[in-house]
């Protein structure tokens, strides 16, 4: 079972603080660990930036509700804090990056190139093929399928990705525990069981109509570009688009009918410079330099120091942590170790155990490895099997 630490409970006081996220972000980014931003006092807190209301919740010794605990107790769910190096890259540079996320599933599926994929919640058929069409063809790509698991585009995306034995994260505008609409009840299952959810939202949090928007910067910023199917002309998937735009990734859209009112959003996006796609070829070519790029952050990642100065206002360090190996991104792959694993790697489709048995290596190894190796394009990965791309 997994153990809540200090820096848990420190880091759910500070979550509990509410308002601005930006001065909580500097505090951490001084202090560098939840317990010692809560230990450095009010003087600190104040030059952070943190508004009376927020002081007060910083003093008040409060315990963390029952549900939240028993929740982050549970196997496979993670509390991943702004301060940590296994924090998402491309997460942390959209404006107003979560102070941390509730993760059910691995962490690290986080890092992997990814695709949002979103869309009218009332699509048309042809919407809907077009859904199943392209998340299929990202998973044989070895992209991950990312949406917020509404209904319409965003069900069927995921449906199709999973059917397909590929990766897929939902993010969800309410608590990571919660399933909305309530007519997803499986498919929040099915995802949790062999996909990752993620909410910047505690669990317990039910829907509500301001968190939505928030929830999808967090879909543009954890992906390397967007991917509109259908969309109205005033439309949350716009608003995801809009995002994704504004942090500097690639916006994709697919042309409907003139007669169609789900395809007016998507011509709209064409014509303010969005790609016009017809096939994965159109989106795959459009995203290898962000692919590049975030192979790069994930390289540093793997590097990182352990120590060096810091100043408030400044992002975290690239801390590599305490605990155990392989809990996370934390292991290098230079050196005889990655040659071992290459050489495990044949050209057909080999399974986790068995790179395991034959590398020697241990699976936290074999799986931060992969990851680089995968990002690099120099391994695909198709229901759970691994070979060397031609």
């Excluded at 190096?85 to 962490?107: E, K, N, T, W």
């Excluded at 190139?113 to 919640?121: C, D, I, M, Q």
């Excluded at 790609?275 to 994965?280: A, E, K």
């Amino acid at each position: 079972m997994p153990m809540i630490t200090d820096d848990h409970l420190a880091l759910l006081r500070l979550l509990a603080c509410g308002g601005a996220s930006a001065p909580r972000r500097r505090l951490l980014g001084h202090t560098r660990t939840p317990v010692a931003a809560l230990e450095a006092g009010p003087a600190t807190w104040r030059a952070c930036g943190l508004e009376p209301a927020q002081l007060a919740t910083l003093r008040s010794s409060a315990s963390p509700p029952g549900r939240i605990l028993d929740w982050l107790a549970a196997p496979g769910h993670h509390l991943l804090g702004w301060h940590e190096a296994d924090y998402p890259s491309l997460l942390r540079q959209v404006d107003s990056p979560p102070l941390a996320l509730f993760v059910a599933g691995d962490p690290d599926a986080l890092w992997q190139p990814a695709v949002a994929v979103v869309g009218s919640r009332r699509p048309s058929p042809g919407g809907l093929d077009n859904a199943r069409g392209f998340a299929r063809a990202l998973a044989r790509s070895g992209l991950t399928v990312t949406s917020g698991m509404a209904a319409g585009i965003d069900t069927v995306a995921h449906q199709a990705c999973l059917a397909q034995g590929g990766s897929t994260i939902a993010v969800l505008g309410t608590g990571p525990d919660v399933a909305y609409p309530p007519g997803n009840l499986d498919l929040h299952a099915d995802l949790l069981a062999r996909g990752v959810v993620v909410s910047e939202f505690p669990p317990g949090t039910g829907p509500r109509p301001e968190h939505f928007p928030r929830r999808n910067r967090i879909i543009a910023g954890l992906t390397l570009g967007t991917l509109v199917i259908e969309a109205a002309a005033r439309s949350g998937a716009l608003i995801t688009a809009r995002l994704a735009a504004e942090a500097g990734r690639e916006v994709f859209a697919v042309p409907g009918s003139v007669h169609n009112p789900m395809a007016r959003g998507c011509h709209r996006l064409i014509g303010e410079g969005a790609t016009l796609v017809q096939d994965i070829d159109d989106l795959t070519d459009a995203l290898a330099p962000l692919a590049f790029r975030l192979a790069d952050d994930l390289r540093r990642r793997l590097g990182a120091p352990t120590s060096g100065d810091h100043v408030i206002g400044e992002g975290p360090p690239a801390v590599s942590g305490g605990g155990a190996p392989g809990n996370s991104l934390k292991e290098s792959c230079d050196g005889p170790d990655h040659n071992t694993l290459w050489e495990s790697l044949g050209h057909d489709p080999t399974d986790m155990d068995q790179l395991v048995e034959r590398s020697g290596l241990t699976a936290a190894q074999v799986s931060s490895m992969l990851l680089v190796m995968e990002l690099e394009g120099r391994v695909t990965s198709q229901h759970g099997r691994y070979f060397r791309r031609h």
